[in-house]
């Protein structure tokens, strides 16, 4: 009898024990992934953040102005990343001394880092270094330094980029990782110090790792370390090593837990052998025959166990103890098949592996290659079906409230592919639309349905689209894979943020090549502007040095000089006026009823003393009484006839001629301007509209400034017209303006110079009256005296600032005001709102004389209320037939009546 219980019992025995054993290694191995997985995540969030700053530091350290150590070049780039994460308090460049060049939040010079440990420590890397925590000395926040040396081209180090990296969104990030009791997350640096833990961040963060935890044991079938915690228990963990940043990330728990269900069911089974084997010592003399029954029945199910048969399973309704053991025997066989169907389930997730890694390695050649962000999504749709990690696969991009598919592949015809999203169940428009919607991978699983799969694309904080997977098998997106979707859908990420780095640098290096293009065009106008400069500065001292020396005799012709000099820079001014207007988009023209070939004959005639001078004769193919209307703007047409015969004039030979034409053909009007001068070659007909280019002529004694045919082809264009030249070097050009015939609005236009005001004033006349100049610039304010000097009867007051021109104003109650529009004080907008809100004043008759002469600023003096704006240099001709008008006008105001 004791035989036969001994023969049961210890089969039973030796069962539970295996039982136990393998049960303790499961809860080992579960242990080990629970862990596993939490230290990956947490090391995966750490490992982005610090990556992306990685990635910042270099693009930076690449800058070569940067690695000059240019302050402004560095304060325009910061002003380009400052704002790029959330997470950075400050970026600084700093020289070797540790003086900061700039930094994002605008510090200059200010603090000298060059003692600080992680200064040093930085200098002393030769690539990207991380600092323990530290406490911000401007936020006050918990923070690491990340740093990366500057070397110069001969490749020493001349700097340090630092920025720093606040940790509470780090610490945040990890605490969804930590929420069950008694588990904790934590990451450590060079195994010394916490760089954040949860729970209790605010106490662990900076502290150093306690000694227990350096020295840990391991538990026997896992990688599971087992030590003495930070709260004194005896804790198990996982590490995930972030080698490069000397980081570790450890997920932790109570080392009692690891064992709790297994030493459960040991407890079960130890009570349930205890039974059996106190059940048979008790019937073993009752049940000797059933006992040898069930001994030949497990001796059975051994022997077909033996065989190798699989589905080998025991009577369970044995006997006694018998049945417990069978029981036992089939719950050991299930958790083989279950063993073995994991087997197979790892089989399958090495296969789906593969594929994602196929996949990852093809979107990271294309990476590589620097593949455009459109080229970059159709090799990701294409790997993803290559590889077989989809059966169909696409891309959608957001654009603003809307959501576009900008590539997609799938593996079957238009018909199959209809059949086959209506397996899929149509879920695949939800799942892309949250993933959008909250910027996280996502999975839709539903059973007897295809999976979906969504994963962001985000660049910075921009979420910029998503790709949504179909899945070729039904368990084909479990979460293993979708952590994995998620390192895919930031190695994309990364290439759409490295595709916009290279756009942004194009968008630099075309910056660069406008700031060359401006300091060419501004050295062009130094040029200019010193060639008549030179003449006045030159004339004026040769007029002195003329009145020193007793000979006044020369004077007339240096004053001539000066005058035709000042004249130059007059017309440069100007010029360069309608240049700004037309590169910034302001140029504006006001369509009129003009008669073209008044207009014509006009601009000969103010030509005429000109071409007199070099002995050029005018010819007009038209007659002066026919007319044309056409609807234009006279003032830029008028400016561009003046430029093309000033032009044919000034490059024409002795005694050669000029001929101006007129003509309508069909809907087109054609001005054309001929002249049988110098001409050009082909070379200098592609250079002709190239501002301040003069091709060669800049060495001759012809005035000019190389810009008027600039202005002129793009005051034709904005009138929607054309400008071609036709030129021979040695037998003359052809200038010919194409103009749309725009119908006049009215049957007659008024013919040439009925416009004028009057007769012209008689300078013989005396002028009478009174007139306050408010003027702050003694130089001007003198030159209206001296020529002022020459009416006695004219009563000239200064006033050197707005609110003593008000004063002056209210008590003399002058004929009329002249203004200067910028005063120290006042604005002359101010002086003419006050003048016209004071009853003693609101009646006097204002006329501004500025140097402003920008559009904006003549329109709005003229509807604050000013009679006229003449802008500076002063034309005295003007300046004296002007007030002559207001004098007289005046005057006869005041006249009794007769």
């Not at 104003?809 to 002058?814: F, G, I, K, R, S």
Request: some cysteine; aromatic content about 4%; proline content about 5%.
């Amino acid at each position: 009898m004791w035989l036969i219980v001994l023969a049961v019992a210890t089969p039973l025995l030796v069962l539970l024990a295996l039982s136990i054993r393998d049960e303790r290694r499961q809860a080992e191995q579960r242990t080990y992934a629970l862990l596993k997985q939490r230290s990956d995540v947490a090391a995966a969030r750490v490992r982005d953040a610090l990556e992306k700053a990685e990635h910042l530091l270099t693009f930076m350290a690449s800058r070569q102005r940067l690695r000059l150590l240019d302050p402004e070049a560095c304060e325009s780039l910061m002003a380009g990343v400052a704002g790029s994460s959330a997470a950075y308090t400050n970026i600084g460049l700093f020289d070797a001394s540790g003086t900061a060049v700039c930094t994002s939040a605008g510090h200059r010079g200010r603090t000298q880092f060059g003692q600080h440990p992680w200064f040093i420590a930085g200098m002393a890397a030769d690539r990207v270094w991380l600092s323990d925590p530290l406490r911000g000395p401007l936020s006050g926040l918990w923070v690491v330094y990340m740093t990366l040396p500057v070397v110069d081209n001969a490749g020493i180090k001349v700097g340090l980029l630092a920025v720093s990296l606040d940790l509470q969104p780090l610490i945040e990030s990890l605490a969804s990782l930590a929420t069950e009791p008694g588990h904790s997350v934590a990451i450590r640096k060079d195994r010394r110090v916490f760089l954040a833990r949860h729970p209790e961040p605010a106490r662990w963060v900076g502290q150093p790792v306690p000694h227990t935890l350096l020295t840990p044991g391991e538990l026997p079938s896992a990688p599971v370390q087992v030590a003495i915690g930070v709260d004194g228990s005896r804790r198990a963990f996982a590490l995930t090593r972030l080698p490069r940043f000397g980081l570790e990330a450890a997920a932790g728990m109570p080392a009692a837990q690891v064992y709790h269900e297994a030493n459960a069911a040991a407890l079960r089974g130890l009570g349930a052998a205890g039974l059996a084997i106190g059940l048979g010592l008790g019937a073993a003399s009752l049940a000797a025959r059933r006992l040898t029954m069930a001994l030949s029945s497990v001796a059975d199910t051994a022997r077909r166990l033996h065989a190798g048969a699989t589905d080998v399973r025991a009577d369970v309704r044995l006997p006694g103890e018998f049945g417990e053991v069978a029981l036992e025997f089939n719950r050991l066989m299930d958790r083989n098949q279950e063993r073995a169907a994991q087997l197979l389930q790892s089989q399958r997730r090495a296969v789906r592996a593969r594929r994602f890694y196929e996949t990852l390695s093809a979107t990271g050649q294309a990476i590589a290659r620097q593949a455009p962000a459109q080229a970059l999504f159709d090799e990701v749709c294409r790997a993803c079906m290559d590889s077989g990690l989809a059966s169909y696969a696409w891309i959608t991009v957001k654009e603003g409230e809307q959501a576009r598919v900008v590539t997609s592949r799938h593996a079957a015809s238009v018909a199959q592919a209809i059949d086959i999203a209506k397996r899929w169940g149509g879920g695949h428009a939800q799942v892309t639309e949250q993933v959008l919607r909250q910027g996280r991978v996502l999975a839709e699983r539903t059973p007897g349905w295809r999976p979906v799969a969504a994963v962001p694309l985000v660049v910075g904080q921009e979420q910029l689209g998503a790709l949504t997977l179909f899945g070729p098998e039904e368990d084909a997106y479990d979460d293993d894979m979708l952590a994995l979707l998620a390192e895919l859908g930031r190695e994309i990420s990364l290439g759409l943020e490295l595709d916009r780095h290279r756009q942004s640098r194009a968008a630099l290096a075309s910056a660069e090549a406008a700031s060359r293009a401006k300091t060419t065009f501004l050295s062009h106008v130094s040029h200019e502007l010193r060639t008549p400069l030179n003449a006045v500065l030159g004339f004026a001292q040769l007029c002195r040095s003329a009145l020193d020396e007793g000979r006044p005799e020369r004077l007339p012709d240096y004053l001539g000089h000066v005058l035709s000099a000042g004249h130059q820079l007059r017309r440069l001014i100007d010029d360069l006026m309608d240049v700004s207007r037309i590169e910034s988009g302001e140029m504006t023209v006001e369509m009129a009823d003009v008669d073209v070939m008044a207009k014509m004959a006009n601009v000969a005639q103010l030509s005429e003393p000109a071409a007199a001078e070099r002995h050029i004769g005018f010819h007009l193919d038209f007659s002066t009484d026919e007319r044309l209307l056409v609807r234009t703007d006279p003032v830029r047409l008028r400016q561009v006839l003046l430029n093309l015969v000033s032009n044919a004039i000034k490059y024409n030979r002795p005694g050669g001629h000029v001929a101006l034409s007129v003509r309508r053909e069909a809907d087109t009007v054609r001005l054309q301007v001929s002249d049988n001068g110098q001409g050009m070659s082909a070379a200098q007909l592609d250079k002709l509209f190239q501002a301040f280019n003069r091709m060669g002529r800049e060495k001759t004694s012809i005035e000019g400034t190389g810009i008027g045919l600039f202005i002129s082809k793009r005051l034709v264009e904005a009138l929607g017209g054309e400008l071609t030249v036709h030129s021979r070097e040695g037998v003359g050009t052809t200038a010919m303006v194409l103009l749309p015939y725009v119908p006049p609005l009215q049957a007659e236009a008024p013919a040439a110079g009925a416009a004028s005001t009057g007769p012209a004033r008689d300078g013989t006349r005396p002028l009478a009256g009174s007139v306050l100049y408010v003027e702050d610039n003694p130089v001007n304010a003198m030159l209206v005296e001296h020529w002022f000097a020459r009416h006695p009867q004219v009563q000239l007051r200064v006033a050197e600032t707005g609110a003593q021109g008000l004063c002056l104003a209210a008590e003399l109650q002058p004929d009329v005001v002249l203004l200067d529009m910028q005063l120290p004080d006042l604005t002359g907008l101010e002086v003419i709102e006050r003048l016209r809100g004071d009853a003693r004043t609101a009646r006097l008759r204002v006329i501004a004389l500025s140097a402003n002469a920008m559009p904006d600023d003549v329109d709005a003096a003229l509807r604050a209320g000013v009679e006229a704006y003449w802008p500076k240099p002063i034309d005295f001709q003007q300046l004296d037939a002007g007030v002559a008008r207001v004098l007289d006008e005046q005057r006869r105001r005041a006249a009794p009546a007769v």
